[in-house]
C-alpha cells in the first residue's frame, strides 16, 4: 500500500502544469551568430525544418577547414603573402587570402581565410583596426608626458596622410580617420613613447609617428609596431602562429587527431558577428544562394535597429551565413509589411545545392510541370496548339507583354465596361505629352525579353542570326542576278 502511495505521489511530480509565464531562454551564450537568439525580433514561427546543413561548429573536417578562418600571429620579417603561402602549403588547401596587408616587420593579427571564406576577405579589409606602436622622438620633450597626450589627442578625427617613401601604393594625398588614441607608457630619457590607436583601414601608423613628431617640434619615427586587433578578431581571442598550424597539422597526419585542427581555424561566421541578423526559413536558403532576394514570406526572424541599405547576414535557423545582403526595409517595416523584398544578395558565402531546391513547389507550378511533361505546354510552359481553353484564360503569366494583363490594360483603354474606361477617359485628358513610337516600341522590346531563360536567350539569337545570314545571302543573290 505504501509502495502505491509512493508511485503515485512520483507520477504527480512528473505532470506538466500549464503556467500563465513563459519561462525565460538564456541564450548569452549560444555560439557565434545564434547569440541572443531570443532578442531577435519574430516575424513568424511557422516554417518546415529541412534535415539539410549543420551549425559550424559541427561540420565535417573537410567542411570545416574549407569553410575557416585563422587569427594568425604574424611573425616579423617576412612579408604577409609569404606567411599566407606557407600557410596554404602547411594546411594543403586550394585557396588562401589575408584581410589587410601587413608590413614585413610589423607583427600581429592578420585574418587568413580559407578556401569558402575567402569570399569576406573584401569585406573584413575595410574593417577598423587597432595598433599598439613604439614612437621614438629625436629629442626631449620639455613637457614630457603630458605634451604628449595632448600631441596624440590633437591627432584625432580626420587626417590628411601621404603614404611613406617605402611603400608599395602611389603616394596621393588622402584622408585617414583616427577613431581614438592612448598613451600607455613614456620615458622622457630614453626619449620612447607606447601608444595604443584605433583607426580606419588603410591609415599609415608610418606617417602618424612622423607628424607627433613635427607636432612636437622635436621630430620623430616610428619604432616598432603591432596589430592588435583586424576587424572582428582580437589578439587575445584565439590567435595563432605559424609553429602552431604546423603541428596541429603534423597531428592530424600522424594521429588523426582532428581536435588541435578545430581549435586553431574558427569557422567563417565568427568574422560576421558584428552585423546585424536576418534569420531565413530553410526552404528559401537555396533560392538565396542561386542570387534570389530574399522576400517577405521567408523570412523568420530579424535584428532590431535595421536600416535601409544597411549592410546585413542572412543565416539559416542553424546559425550558418548564408550570404552578406542589403537591407531593402527597416526594421520598422519588416515588423508590418505583408509582402516586398528584404534583402537583396552582395555576396553569397554557402555554396549551392547544401539546402534543397524548394521553389516551384505551388500547386500552379505543380500543374505547370505536369502540363509541359504531357505536351500540353511548350518546354519553356507557353500555350501551344494542345493547351486547354481553360488554362488560357484563368493563368496568368506575368512575363508575357501580350498575356492577361496586356489584354487587360488594353481593355481599359479602348473604354470596355467593367474594365476601368472612366478611368483611361480621365488618363487619356491629363495626358499631354505624346509617347514617341520608337521609345515604345523599345520598351515593349524589352518587356518582351525580360523574362526569358538562358535557352530562349540563346534560341532567340540563333534565330535571329539564321535570319541575317538568309538575308545576306539573298542580297548577294540579287547583286549576282543584277549584273
Not at 500563465?20 to 548569452?28: D, K, R, Y
Amino acid at each position: 500500500m505504501a509502495l502505491v502511495k509512493q508511485q503515485q505521489s512520483g507520477a504527480d511530480d512528473q505532470i506538466i502544469k500549464p503556467e500563465a509565464v513563459t519561462p525565460s531562454l538564456n541564450t548569452s551564450d549560444w555560439p557565434l551568430l545564434l547569440k541572443n537568439w531570443d532578442q531577435l525580433l519574430v516575424r513568424t514561427g511557422h516554417f518546415t525544418p529541412i534535415p539539410a546543413g549543420c551549425t559550424p561548429l559541427r561540420r565535417d573536417l573537410k567542411s570545416y577547414v574549407s569553410s575557416g578562418v585563422i587569427n594568425l600571429d604574424k611573425p616579423s620579417n617576412p612579408s604577409s603573402h609569404e606567411v599566407v603561402a606557407w600557410l596554404k602549403r602547411i594546411l594543403r588547401v586550394d585557396r588562401t587570402g589575408h584581410s589587410g596587408t601587413l608590413d614585413p616587420k610589423v607583427t600581429g593579427c592578420l585574418i587568413v581565410c580559407i578556401d569558402r571564406a575567402t569570399r569576406l576577405v573584401k569585406s573584413q579589409q575595410g574593417a577598423g583596426k587597432e595598433y599598439v606602436c613604439v614612437l621614438r622622438l629625436h629629442g626631449k620633450l620639455p613637457g614630457g608626458e603630458a605634451q604628449l597626450a595632448r600631441a596624440l589627442e590633437t591627432l584625432t578625427g580626420a587626417l590628411f596622410q601621404r603614404p611613406p617613401l617605402i611603400s608599395a601604393v602611389k603616394r596621393q594625398l588622402r584622408v585617414r580617420t583616427i577613431y581614438e588614441s592612448k598613451l600607455l607608457e613614456f620615458d622622457n630619457d630614453r626619449q620612447l613613447g607606447v601608444f595604443w590607436v584605433s583607426c580606419e583601414a588603410g591609415t599609415y601608423i608610418r606617417t602618424l609617428c612622423v607628424h607627433l613628431g613635427l607636432l612636437l617640434g622635436v621630430g620623430g619615427h616610428m619604432q616598432e609596431l603591432r596589430r592588435v586587433r583586424s576587424g572582428a578578431m582580437k589578439e587575445d581571442e584565439s590567435m595563432v602562429t605559424l609553429h602552431d598550424c604546423l603541428d596541429a597539422q603534423w597531428l592530424y597526419d600522424n594521429q588523426r587527431d582532428e581536435s588541435y585542427l578545430r581549435s586553431i581555424i574558427q569557422p567563417l561566421e565568427s568574422l560576421l558577428t558584428m552585423y546585424k541578423r536576418i534569420v531565413v526559413k530553410d526552404s528559401a536558403v537555396n533560392a538565396v544562394t542561386y542570387g534570389a532576394k530574399l522576400m517577405i514570406p521567408g523570412l523568420l526572424r530579424y535584428e532590431a535597429g535595421i536600416e535601409v541599405h544597411e549592410e546585413v547576414v542572412l543565416i539559416t535557423t542553424k546559425g550558418e551565413a548564408i550570404a552578406l545582403g542589403i537591407a531593402q526595409m527597416s526594421t520598422v517595416e519588416l515588423s508590418s509589411c505583408d509582402h516586398g523584398v528584404v534583402a537583396k544578395v552582395k555576396r553569397c558565402i554557402m555554396e549551392r545545392d547544401l539546402y534543397p531546391r524548394r521553389w516551384g513547389m505551388g500547386p500552379v507550378a505543380t500543374e505547370k510541370k505536369k502540363m509541359k511533361e504531357s505536351g500540353k505546354l511548350d518546354k519553356y510552359g507557353r500555350p501551344n496548339e494542345q493547351t486547354p481553353a481553360q488554362w488560357k484564360q484563368e493563368y496568368k503569366d506575368f512575363n508575357d507583354p501580350n498575356g492577361p494583363q496586356a489584354a487587360e490594360g488594353a481593355a481599359v483603354k479602348e473604354g470596355i465596361p467593367g474594365k476601368g474606361s472612366e478611368m483611361a477617359k480621365k488618363e487619356d485628358i491629363e495626358m499631354a505629352e505624346p509617347v514617341a513610337p520608337n521609345a515604345s516600341s523599345a520598351e515593349d522590346k524589352k518587356r518582351k525579353h525580360e523574362g526569358e531563360t538562358a535557352e530562349e536567350k540563346a534560341e532567340r539569337k540563333r534565330k535571329k542570326k539564321e535570319k541575317k545570314e538568309k538575308r545576306a545571302s539573298k542580297a548577294a543573290a540579287d547583286d549576282e542576278d543584277s549584273d
